[in-house]
């Protein structure tokens, strides 16, 4: 059943319907091709970039299809280098993060709620250190958590359930991206991790709570420089804020990004239970009172999407966490 409110398209789901969560795209991507703004930034410079090791192995590893890989891979190649990353809603989302953005720095916020965070990561480090999740009996947890991840290109809200869950989600996401050990750190924000990938040095600090409430001026502190990039992908309901608290956020954000920082988002708000679905691409703040700039969205390159999605199935639940949008800040002259 579908219903209009005006702000966006509410779409309530058959139970039947609840848990297909497939990658095929909406048809309402054929409003990303026709953008109305003058030729994009990812038209004028960006063609699908060169096969990546890191995207080469998560596939491998069996947590994204091929599909998830090239589309997160055209995204990166559109958005360009980063170097720190907001990511809201995060999770233990480290294979969508590395071959979506794959900025050196990144603060992952998510509600790890009754979480000790450092046994968490602590426990993580000893599951990559011992290879202890090849063992028979973590087997059934890892197995669990690659099929949600790879059956929807997002992980089930039930890996933050408990410490036990994350670490099993952290150190599979890891392994999936090529590393084999990370060091623990503490930050005024929250822990962190470093770790190397293919000669790169990451650095991410997890902070415990809802995104549309930490400090941007905070994070950029820590981090030594603005946030140039914010992420996010099946966040639930962030998205239905956009119009309110969300909307305040977006703006502080974009107030202290640098001119060519990128809002990368799924705009598909989702109920905790998935009962409704709703599209909020069109209530997305695009326009910010008394700061220097403008936020245009950008369209992927078409013959990428027509390759990927042949099939041509739509539905709200085949695009959430699955269909991005990309926003850049140019300069307002």
């Not at 991790?193 to 995104?211: N, P, R, S, T």
């Not at 400090?215 to 639930?236: C, F, N, P």
């Not at 598909?268 to 700039?293: H, K």
């Amino acid at each position: 059943m579908r219903f209009d409110f005006g702000i966006c398209r509410v779409v309530c789901l058959e139970r039947d319907d609840v848990f297909i969560l497939s990658v095929r795209v909406v048809l309402r991507v054929i409003i990303m091709f026709s953008s109305h703004h003058p030729q994009s930034y990812s038209e004028q410079f960006v063609s699908i970039s060169a096969p990546c090791p890191i995207v080469e192995n998560v596939r491998s590893a069996g947590l994204l299809s091929r599909a998830q890989v090239e589309f997160n891979s055209a995204v990166r190649a559109a958005v360009g280098r980063r170097n720190v990353t907001l990511y809201g809603a995060a999770g233990a989302g480290f294979s969508d993060f590395h071959t979506t953005i794959n900025s050196p720095q990144a603060f992952f916020v998510s509600h790890y709620d009754q979480i000790d965070l450092v046994t968490c990561l602590s426990k993580a480090q000893e599951f990559m250190r011992t290879d202890k999740l090849a063992e028979a009996s973590y087997r059934p947890s890892v197995d669990r958590y690659k099929f949600d991840k790879l059956g929807s290109g997002f992980a089930s809200y039930g890996c933050l359930e408990g410490g036990y869950l994350l670490s099993v989600a952290i150190a599979t996401e890891l392994s999936a991206c090529g590393v084999s050990e990370f060091e623990i750190i503490s930050t005024r924000l929250g822990p962190a991790i470093e770790y190397a990938i293919l000669g790169i040095d990451y650095h991410v600090c997890f902070i415990q709570g809802d995104v549309l409430s930490v400090s941007i001026d905070e994070l950029a502190s820590q981090a030594g420089m603005a946030i140039d990039t914010y992420y996010h992908r099946a966040a639930m309901e962030i998205p239905s804020t956009y119009q309110g608290e969300g909307m305040y956020f977006m703006r502080d954000v974009f107030a202290q990004m640098p001119t060519g920082g990128v809002f990368v988002t799924d705009d598909i708000s989702a109920s905790p239970t998935f009962r409704w679905l709703a599209d909020c691409s069109d209530s997305f703040p695009m326009s910010f009172e008394n700061t220097e700039g403008i936020l245009c969205e950008e369209a992927l390159p078409r013959d990428l999407l027509r390759q990927m999605y042949r099939s041509g199935v739509t539905s709200l639940s085949a695009a959430y966490g699955a269909l991005l949008r990309i926003r850049r800040k140019y300069y307002s002259e």
